[in-house]
Structure formats: structure tokens, C-alpha cells
Nanobody, 115 residues
Framework: VQLQASGGGSVQAGAYLRLSCAVS????????MGWFRQTPGKEREFVGG????????AYLDSVKGRFSVSRDSAKNTIDLQMNSLKPEDTAVYYC?????????WGQGTLVTVSS
């Protein structure tokens, strides 16, 4: 299983970015998928995710109303739409596939938001 994240970049506060994660291997329809982020010296934190049913999503409180997770089962990808970006959203973003106690991680994509 490989997860390939893309779409990061450097933007001004208030801008938007869309991250995408391409997943090789079994269909993502049977797994809980998510996005996490990490800054130097801090723990990796959950940002948003979508359950295997495709109908339930969850978000970090600080991104609710700004970020949205979606999936394209035909392409086996998950996206993270990030609107109204803030400097505190600056981090390396990772996509994640979880099944029970087994997790797979993408390589990370850097998002930098300047004020």
C-alpha cells in the first residue's frame, strides 16, 4: 500500500489549497481515511477524516467550517479542501489509511501560510 500526497504550497492567509492523496492498493471504500498534520516539535494531530461508509466525516475543532474531506472511490483518492487558511495551519500534512490497528502514511506535503 502506498499513499502519495500532493497539493501543498505557500499561500497568503485567507487563501485556499486542495490537497490530494492517491492510494495504491485495495479500494479506499473499505477503510477509514484521514488527514493529519505536524509541525516541528509537536505531535502529529488529526485534522479531518472520512469513514469507510463515505457518509461520516470528522474534523479538528480549529478547522471546522474551513476544511472539508472528500473521497473519489473511482480514482481511489481522498482530498482535503482547505479554505480561509491561517498562519497556524502551517504544517506538513499527511494522509492516512487505518484499518484496526494497522495504519499507512503518505510522505507528507508542506503547507505554508503567511500573514
Amino acid at each position: 500500500v502506498q499513499l502519495q500526497a500532493s497539493g501543498g504550497g505557500s499561500v497568503q492567509a485567507g487563501a485556499y489549497l486542495r490537497l490530494s492523496c492517491a492510494v495504491s492498493g485495495p479500494t479506499i471504500k473499505t477503510y477509514n481515511m484521514g488527514w493529519f498534520r505536524q509541525t516541528p516539535g509537536k505531535e502529529r494531530e488529526f485534522v479531518g477524516g472520512i469513514r469507510w461508509t463515505g457518509t461520516n466525516t470528522a474534523y479538528l475543532d480549529s478547522v471546522k467550517g474551513r476544511f472539508s474531506v472528500s473521497r473519489d472511490s473511482a480514482k481511489n483518492t481522498i482530498d482535503l479542501q482547505m479554505n480561509s487558511l491561517k498562519p497556524e495551519d502551517t504544517a506538513v500534512y499527511y494522509c492516512n489509511r487505518k484499518s484496526g490497528s494497522t495504519q499507512y502514511w503518505g510522505q507528507g506535503t508542506l503547507v505554508t501560510v503567511s500573514s
